[in-house]
């Protein structure tokens, strides 16, 4: 059991490698030293780093599998992407439309956390993974279908394609199914993405030092137990999925900002992509919040690294990934690394040594 | 009304191929306990392994189905003994769960690298007749005829298999307790061994089916009926063989309904809501097991 200071301690060490990534990112490319592809991965980085930290909500502190976290996301991408596009001509001042777009999709996605949370939350384990995949499934589908404008009448919506929206002559198609939403103002940088990063810190790591946080911990840890003690398994699960999919909203937000077409395909909100915020979480370590930022931020930069393997590089990824999670968690492994540990051999060597000059 | 029972027959067929799929998951889950993402991507490999005997090597197609089922086989495996054994003692079914879709990764990357990412078209592998009924209002494709056979000599052949045999009495045994059935001296390393062999097995026969009813192939073609499969198997109750062929069918016929008469994009859209609606109600599955929770 850690003691409170060390755990305050613990996170200012969090903020502390956040901030000073940051700073050395700046440096680098005030110094010119940081390629283009590179700084085209930052923001990429911040939305990563922000969707494996709120899943490791979901998956670490309430001990829950969801499959569906891509889903939340493409909620807050499209919602706040449709409120930009809306108020493009109405608010010029564009850090304040986009802090707007950001509490949009962070509401939304919330708010669909809270209607899916309550009939699913009753599932658990792989029963509850399975619903949120096909959670996350329809979202992305109707995504697809949608067709969207806007004219002096209000919006209108259709899902089969942009005639049947019955547009006036003035009106403009924001959603074109298939294709997505095309040429959202680039409101996102790295600035505001590191920003973003350390709210969703500042959240959850206030969130588990709290009472809350501590009940969701009980849920985790032994239900029954839990329920026994008064607390209301209900109310904090819905809590800790509500947050959790309203803190994917901001970073679906952050990635429509950043990019000049949005489509809802299986890589960007689909299966794939709630995979591959999961593989973040179990990566770094199921509820360690530091590492998974860490894993975000070298899994985001591995393909790019990998660049100069050309056409096998994402087979060696997939290699790494793998020999990463046996070297991490296989026991036989674990067991040979603390035998070959530099703190242990040092031990060794000192033994070895002290036994000399007995002699 | 004829056109309906067409769209139903090309279900089952469809779901059948579902089912099959869905078996590999349910033995795997059910004996251990791990959910194995790259199972839709063996189905893959093997229909790669067939278009490879046959459109490009030019072997009999008997002979390139048989390489591609031997293969399966070994790879599923390989696989269990290089990614998953190592992690079965971890702390978190998570761990495993991720180690699975490494893998998946590795294959489609493996398959793009040897193939390429154009689309193959995969020729069909049974050379039989389509079955006109009534006039010819109603048509039953060769492939969906082979489709239904295939499943349902394999689904009574696998319940046999299980409950007939000491292999299969292993499994069951394994899938209800580890300990207690390596303390009466099974094998169970080898046991789950055999059921990675069996469900990587059916995957390459699997892919023959799917490929030959939809004959574009990519390094991708795997994973989506993967999915599909792994509903199929949640919706019948995991664990479950008659589960396992009820899901798939029903998934099927829903699918293909859907496609035909709502909307095409929206057919997994409606999958999707049947799915959640019927765990809503039924938390287990259709013939899941309820689980007694003890405090």
Redesign the interface.
Known sequence: MKSKITKGKDNLITYGIVLISYVIAQILISAGQMSYLLQGLLVPICVSVILAVSLNLT?GILGE?SLGHAGFMCLGAYFGAIFTHCMKDIITFSPLRFFLALLIGAVVAGFFGFLIGM??L???G??L???T???G??IK??A??LYLGIDRNGLHIS?KDSLSLNLEEDGTVIIKGAQGIISTPRDANFTIGVILILITLFIIMNLVKSRDGRAIMAIRDNR?AAESIGINITKYKLMAFSLSAALAGIAGVLYSHNISSLVATTNTFG?NMS?LI??YV??GG?GNIRGSIIAAAILTLLPEVLRFLD??R??I???V??AM??FR?????IAWREQHSLKNLLQKFKKTTSKKEVR | MMSFLNHLIRGISLGSVYAIIALGYTMVYGIAKMLNFAHGDVIMVGSFAIYWGVSMQGLPPVLAILLSIVLCTVMGITIEFIAYRPLRQSASSLVVLITAIGVSYFLQNLALLIFGANTKTFTSMIPLETLRFAGGDISISGEAIVTMLCCLIIMTGLTLFIRKTKPGQAMLAVSEDKGAAQLMGINVNGTISLTFAIGSGLAAIAGLLLCSAYPALTPYTGSMPGIKAFVAAVFGGIGSIPGALIGGVVLGIIETLGKAYISSQMADVIVFIVLIIVLLVKPTGLLGRKLQEKV
């Open positions: 998956v599998l009939p699913v009753r599932l658990r792989d029963y993974a399975i619903v995949l096909a959670f499934e329809i589908n109707v697809n279908a899902l029954i299966y995979i999961l593989v179990v990566l199921i056409e096998q994402m087979l990824y997939a290699i990934l793998i999670m046996l968690w296989s026991p036989q492994i």
